[in-house]
């Protein structure tokens, strides 16, 4: 299995950002898919996740402004973040544990003040 994530970028405050995640190889049912963020100097955090029918878990910190989804045809999972805060600068990782864990490569958000 290979995940590949995209969308990070520069914002400010109060912007939005859409994280992408392309899966691929054998991905079977049941299955968690999730995003993972890590800030500088601070331990990795789940942010969000996702089952295969849809149900949706978020942190306290991004709850009411992020959005988690996935097309299951699509092989593709999505991190909606709006009002961005500066808090919520970090690499963002997509992740896809089917008994195995596997890790995107990360794409790093950067909001500005």
């Known amino acids: 299995v290979q995940l590949q994530a995209s969308g990070g970028g520069l914002v400010q405050a109060g912007g939005s950002l859409r994280l992408s995640c392309a899966a691929s190889g054998s991905i079977f049912s049941p299955n968690l898919m999730g995003w993972y963020r890590q800030a500088p100097g601070k331990q990795r955090e789940l942010v969000a996740t996702?089952?295969?029918?849809?149900?949706?878990w978020y942190a306290d910190s991004v709850r009411g402004r992020f959005a988690i989804s996935r097309d299951n045809a699509k092989r593709m999972m999505y991190l909606q973040m709006n009002s961005l805060k500066p808090e919520d600068t970090a690499v963002y990782y997509c992740?896809?544990?089917?008994?195995?864990?596997?890790w995107g490569q990360g794409t790093e958000v950067t909001v500005s003040s």
């Open positions: 992740n896809l544990n089917q008994g195995l864990n596997y």
């Open positions: 996702i089952t295969r029918g849809g149900s949706t």
